[in-house]
């Protein structure tokens, strides 16, 4: 038998070709779970798998080591066709204590692999998980295969030579695993020594000490009988061109910062801070060479009103949230309606109310977006479909703000901002043009003046000689925009204001349907359940049966062709991540009788479960 470090290359023992697979890291937030399979999706990508992530973490910021609460896990699904989602169950689960084996097991794929580190299954952490006995002795996990591994033990030797203290020694056994399973689905390693390297140049001891845990992991999946099968996946067949493996904020973040320079201005982020949006602020604060200026504020008031004070001043002014800080930006969306700035607003949405499941994701915040502020204050509302979709979605948001200068709400989700697949990186000359004509004539400014096309007024800068102006919450008089408390011109003005949001459906692209424009049953949805809907109606379809689906992406207004395609079906199904939100405002707007799918369970929509609905409508 020989063995290849670097590049993972197994000759001696049996292999086994797979389609795909889905493997979930689970352990205490301290054990280095995302890092763990944030690299082994990197790799992933390397060798040209397509992929799907679902990290999960751990709502409260110091939870009890051991405990069920404190269960940090990371799921990813790589594979050598196109896939959508991090997969409904885990082929493969790699729990480190007894508290991971616990909350994850009963996800785990009948038949699927248990690799679990015995060393940690001591009493005091069985007592932890709520076990009053050995779950890998009790005879419970039968229906799995499982793989009893003393991993911290086999660590520690590794790297007994290490200058490292034992508590820094155990940090690494998170490698020890990473390599471990590198070995058993031929990952190649070199990627990840060279993360090590940069990561820990500062530190050689350290790095050295990782590089030991990797090897070592690879090493003894190699040589011990435990593990009899190497796996491989191929290389999917992706489109032609460069990729990079990107989550959904960090595609919000660069697709804001190409609007930006598609517009010839400096992009400007208000925000404060909060979960699951903060990775936003953290990405945009890296990129101040390309003109990027952010903002932490004190408040999610003071960030909202810190981007329209950006774009009054005539940058691309963003701020993000999600729901509790999108309830705080209220009356301040308000005034930006009222004073007809471009600003965008980014929501992404986590489990609520209150603070509810902040690390955890829903789409309850539809609703909200619509009709969450004072008075009649319509907004354009926009909801990117996978996390590099992200990227595209905050280009549109940028072009309908500013074309139409309004605000525009952004509504993203927990699920797309962490999760992770395949970006293919664009050509500058496919993005969209969003150049800004600012009025600069003295000679016939009025600052509420419109557009007869789009009923746009003009973006005028401050210090612009002739162009003074004044803006407002009070009620503009139409044209001149003066103070004006006229019952007929407030209800012209909220008319219009109307209108001009209305008037976005104008400069939308036309609908897709995938499948049959007419049929059966008409799948919709929108957000973060793309992959799972689209999925499900591909595998009915393959079955015979006349299932088509749409997916909103523009939510305020809505396509023009959405009531000519909805009636083209016996029955509508609305499957969301909340109660019922959008069907509610289909049922509202088109009158049709649409049914709901409805789970709010802080967790992608499953492929199976909703097939299995879909399947008995039909």
């Known amino acids: 038998m020989t063995t290849d470090i670097r590049s993972g290359a197994v000759a001696g023992k049996p292999r ?14 301290g054990d280095g779970m995302q890092l763990t399979g944030t690299q082994f999706t990197s790799t992933s990508a390397v060798v040209g798998n397509d992929i799907a992530t679902l ?14 609460p404190g269960v940090s896990g990371f799921q990813l699904h790589f594979s050598s066709r196109d896939i959508r989602t991090p997969g409904d169950e885990p082929d493969v689960l790699v729990a480190m204590n007894p508290a991971a084996l616990k909350v994850n097991i009963g996800d785990l794929l009948e038949g699927g692999m248990v690799i679990v580190d015995t060393d940690a299954f001591t009493k005091g952490n069985l007592a932890k998980a709520g076990y009053d006995h050995n779950p890998l002795d009790s005879g419970e996990l039968s229906r799995y295969r499982v793989f009893p591994v003393n991993l ?62 990797l090897r070592a992991g690879f090493n003894y ?76 504020a004190e408040d999610e008031i003071a960030a909202m009103g810190s981007a329209i004070g950006a774009a009054f001043g005539g940058a691309i002014a963003l701020t993000g949230t999600s729901g509790p800080g999108l309830a705080l930006k209220s009356e301040a969306i308000g005034l930006a309606v ?26 309850a915040d539809l609703l909200q977006a619509f009709f969450g502020r004072n008075g009649e204050c319509p907004v354009p509302v926009v909801a990117p479909a996978t996390p590099a979709d992200c990227f595209s979605m905050a280009l549109e948001a940028v072009r309908i703000a500013t074309t139409y200068m309004t605000p525009v709400l952004y509504l993203s989700d927990g699920y797309l901002a962490n999760g992770t697949e395949p970006w293919r990186f664009p050509t500058t000359e496919s993005l969209p043009d969003l150049r800004v004509e600012h009025w600069t004539r003295a000679e016939g400014f009025m600052p509420y003046l419109r557009d ?19 803006i407002g919450g009070l009620e503009k008089a139409d044209i001149t925009g003066n103070v004006c408390y006229d019952p007929d011109n407030h209800h012209h003005m909220v008319s219009l204001r109307a209108e001009k949001v209305a008037r976005v459906a104008e400069s939308l692209p036309p609908l897709e349907v995938f499948g049959p424009p007419t049929g059966r049953v008409l799948v919709v949805g929108w957000g973060g359940t793309h992959g799972a809907i689209t999925s499900a109606v591909e595998r009915l379809r393959e079955e015979g049966l006349s299932v088509s689906s749409v997916h909103l992406r523009y939510l305020n207004p809505f396509q023009k062709e959405l009531g000519e395609v909805l009636g083209g079906f016996d029955k509508v199904l609305v499957p969301e991540i909340n109660l019922g939100q959008l069907r509610f405002l289909l049922r509202a707007r088109y009158l049709v009788d649409a049914l709901g799918y409805n789970r709010v369970r802080g967790k992608p929509l499953k492929i199976h479960e909703l097939a299995g609905h879909i399947r008995s409508l039909v």
Request: glycine share 8%.
């Open 152 to 213: 911290t033990t086999l660590n520690a030797n590794a790297l007994a030579e290490t200058t490292l203290s034992k508590k820094e020694r155990d940090r690494c056994r998170n490698l020890f695993a990473l390599g471990l399973l590198y070995w058993l689905f031929d990952r190649p390693m070199e990627k990840t020594v060279r993360w090590i390297q940069d990561k820990f140049g500062k530190r050689p001891e350290v790095a050295d000490a990782n590089l030991r845990a």
């Open 338 to 363: 009222m004073t007809e700035l471009p600003v965008v607003i980014v929501d992404v949405q986590r489990g609520g109310p209150s603070t509810g499941l902040p690390t955890k994701t829903e789409q």
């Open 452 to 470: 007869q096309r789009t009923l746009a007024r003009p973006w005028a800068l401050p210090g612009t000689p002739g162009l003074e102006h004044r």
């Open 16 to 29: 086994e070709a797979l389609d795909a697979v889905t493997i979930r890291f689970a352990g205490d937030s």
């Open 55 to 68: 990290p999960d973490f751990p709502a409260e910021i110091r939870a009890p080591a051991g405990s069920l």
């Open 221 to 296: 999946a190699d040589t011990v009988e435990l593990f009899t099968t190497h796996y491989t996946v191929d290389r999917a067949r992706l489109e032609p061109g460069t990729y990079r493996s990107i989550t959904g904020n960090e595609a919000t973040a660069l697709g804001f910062i190409a609007a930006a320079h598609r517009a010839g201005k400096t992009l400007f982020y208000g925000s404060y801070p909060i979960t699951p949006a903060s990775d936003i602020l953290h990405e945009l604060s890296m990129h101040k060479e390309f003109g990027v200026k952010t903002f932490q």
